[in-house]
């Protein structure tokens, strides 16, 4: 659908108009106005004027917007839906965070009847309650269902931060630091290490921002670290969601390149680390670093007898090794990510990103995640 190919491009069923334009251009043209967007993006691996001028300038955001997130959609949306609802100028703003496909909801006659009534205020001056409505409307996540719930904030007023210890003591997320030195390593090709916390003893919600620090060596100049949050049942089922791609979801991931790890310390807070991306700080092989990893926010209330747990990879997370499931228009079968993958080997050659990966654990330092805990009405 480039512009350009005009008469040589279909027609609109609708309007019987050229869908590519009017114009018709020849392949040379069309070869000089493409760009190759993966290409750019590997030319420009830190945050520079490429992608700044690609991005928003949050305090000149001023207009009143309805910014609507996906639970499932790790890797694509939810995090511009977070960081637009908290930092834009607006005075004026909401946001809402929904799960499934957004095309069995937010598509359908929920989603359309909310959009229509933030237009109708905003675009025909329809005093119809919008603005009286709270800023925050969630779809609380549970094993089995949804329930709406609106709030007055982003990240709640109510959350209880509370941080659980890896312990590497049978690999445990324990709810107190470690009593002793330790270290464990993975091959960044396998699966990592994944540390599990004792059977909860009573129904728990986390709905909001996660995050993760830890110290880290490679055996290599580099390392990337995937961080996947997840649950399982009494019988060590895990408990996964129809995504907004892929219908095996976790609950929320986390990615950071650890030479990417410089913070910005304006930006940042104990519960959304924020990176500057503009210089690679490269490891020492075998030399231990400090990490601050954002994972995307998430909801899910967590029945009792269930645990969670934190894996540490060095590659993408996958449900299991294959589902034969597949759409369309992506290459790759779903196996957790959607078509959402870290698998482009120029940008993660293997003599650098697939090496070998320890974490160090430091009962005076301790690593842990940072999890917000919403405390039960009384």
Same mark, same amino acid.
């Given at each position: 659908?480039?512009?350009?190919?005009?008469?040589?491009?279909?027609?609109?069923?609708?309007?019987?108009?050229?869908?590519?334009?009017?114009?018709?251009?020849?392949?040379?043209?069309?070869?000089?106005?493409?760009?190759?967007?993966?290409?750019?993006?590997?030319?420009?691996? +830190? /945050?520079? %004027?490429?992608?700044?001028?690609? *991005?928003?300038?949050?305090? =000149?955001?001023?207009?009143?917007?309805?910014? $609507?997130?996906?639970?499932?959609?790790?890797?694509?949306?939810?995090?511009?839906?977070?960081?637009?609802?908290?930092?834009?100028?607006?005075?004026?703003?909401?946001?809402?965070?929904?799960?499934?496909?957004?095309?069995?909801?937010?598509?359908?006659?929920?989603?359309?009847?909310?959009?229509?009534?933030?237009?109708?205020?905003?675009?025909?001056?329809?005093?119809?309650?919008?603005?009286?409505?709270?800023?925050?409307?969630?779809?609380?996540?549970?094993?089995?269902?949804?329930?709406?719930?609106?709030?007055?904030?982003?990240?709640?007023?109510?959350?209880?931060?509370?941080?659980?210890? +890896? /312990?590497? %003591?049978?690999?445990?997320?324990? *709810?107190?630091?470690?009593? =002793?030195?330790?270290?464990?390593?993975?091959? $960044?090709?396998?699966?990592?290490?994944?540390?599990?916390?004792?059977?909860?003893?009573?129904?728990?919600?986390?709905?909001?921002?996660?995050?993760?620090?830890?110290?880290?060596?490679?055996?290599?100049?580099?390392?990337?670290?995937?961080?996947?949050?997840?649950?399982?049942?009494?019988?060590?089922?895990?408990?996964?969601?129809?995504?907004?791609?892929?219908?095996?979801?976790?609950?929320?991931?986390?990615?950071?390149?650890?030479?990417?790890?410089?913070?910005?310390?304006?930006?940042?807070?104990?519960?959304?680390?924020?990176?500057?991306?503009?210089?690679?700080?490269?490891?020492?092989?075998?030399?231990?670093?400090?990490?601050?990893?954002?994972?995307?926010?998430?909801?899910?209330?967590?029945?009792?007898?269930?645990?969670?747990?934190?894996?540490?990879?060095?590659?993408?997370?996958?449900?299991?090794?294959?589902?034969?499931?597949?759409?369309?228009?992506?290459?790759?079968?779903?196996?957790?990510?959607?078509?959402?993958?870290?698998?482009?080997?120029?940008?993660?050659?293997?003599?650098?990103?697939?090496?070998?990966?320890?974490?160090?654990?430091?009962?005076?330092?301790?690593?842990?995640?940072?999890?917000?805990?919403?405390?039960?009405?009384?």
């Amino acid at each position: 659908v480039q512009y350009g190919l005009g008469q040589r491009g279909p027609r609109s069923a609708v309007s019987s108009l050229w869908v590519c334009g009017d114009e018709t251009l020849s392949d040379d043209e069309l070869a000089r106005n493409r760009c190759s967007f993966g290409d750019d993006i590997l030319r420009h691996p +830190l /945050d520079d %004027d490429y992608h700044r001028g690609r *991005s928003p300038q949050w305090d =000149k955001v001023m207009v009143p917007f309805l910014s $609507a997130a996906n639970w499932g959609g790790q890797g694509l949306h939810p995090r511009g839906n977070f960081e637009g609802f908290m930092r834009a100028a607006s005075k004026e703003k909401w946001l809402e965070a929904h799960g499934l496909e957004h095309w069995t909801h937010f598509y359908t006659d929920y989603g359309r009847l909310l959009q229509k009534a933030f237009f109708d205020c905003y675009l025909k001056a329809e005093n119809n309650g919008w603005r009286e409505r709270s800023r925050v409307l969630l779809h609380v996540r549970y094993v089995d269902r949804f329930e709406e719930r609106s709030e007055a904030e982003w990240p709640l007023a109510q959350t209880s931060w509370t941080k659980f210890y +890896l /312990d590497p %003591d049978g690999q445990t997320l324990s *709810s107190v630091p470690p009593t =002793k030195f330790s270290s464990l390593s993975f091959d $960044a090709g396998g699966d990592g290490l994944t540390f599990l916390s004792e059977p909860l003893s009573e129904q728990t919600e986390i709905t909001g921002p996660v995050a993760a620090r830890l110290r880290i060596s490679s055996s290599t100049s580099d390392a990337d670290i995937f961080l996947v949050f997840r649950v399982f049942t009494a019988d060590m089922r895990e408990v996964v969601f129809v995504g907004a791609i892929d219908p095996h979801t976790p609950i929320a991931q986390g990615w950071l390149r650890t030479s990417h790890r410089k913070l910005d310390n304006n930006l940042s807070e104990p519960w959304r680390p924020y990176h500057t991306h503009d210089e690679k700080q490269l490891l020492i092989p075998g030399q231990p670093v400090d990490l601050q990893i954002e994972i995307w926010p998430t909801s899910i209330v967590v029945p009792a007898g269930c645990r969670i747990a934190l894996s540490v990879r060095g590659r993408d997370y996958e449900w299991q090794k294959t589902t034969g499931l597949h759409l369309s228009n992506f290459k790759n079968e779903l196996t957790g990510c959607g078509p959402f993958l870290h698998d482009d080997p120029r940008d993660r050659p293997r003599s650098v990103f697939g090496g070998r990966t320890t974490v160090h654990i430091d009962a005076h330092d301790a690593n842990y995640l940072l999890l917000p805990i919403v405390p039960r009405k009384q």
